[in-house]
């Protein structure tokens, strides 16, 4: 006597969609880290130096 119905499909793993998948997230998050890396909205370097008092010599 066999177990299980042996009619019945196995579901596919869907790798390669995955993968695909997963390219595409590396690239797209790759892609947005350099884009704010460059970008300098967030930077927090005085431009311009005031001196307010007599340096010492």
Avoid: C, W
Avoid at 20 to 41: D, H, K, P, R, Y
């Amino acid at each position: 006597m066999a177990f299980g119905n042996p009619t019945r499909k196995k579901t596919p793993l869907r790798a390669f969609v995955m993968l695909v998948a997963l390219v595409l997230a590396a690239f797209s998050g790759a892609a947005i880290g350099l884009f704010f890396q460059n970008t300098e909205m967030f930077d927090d370097t005085i431009e311009e130096e005031v001196v307010t008092g007599d340096q010492p010599d």
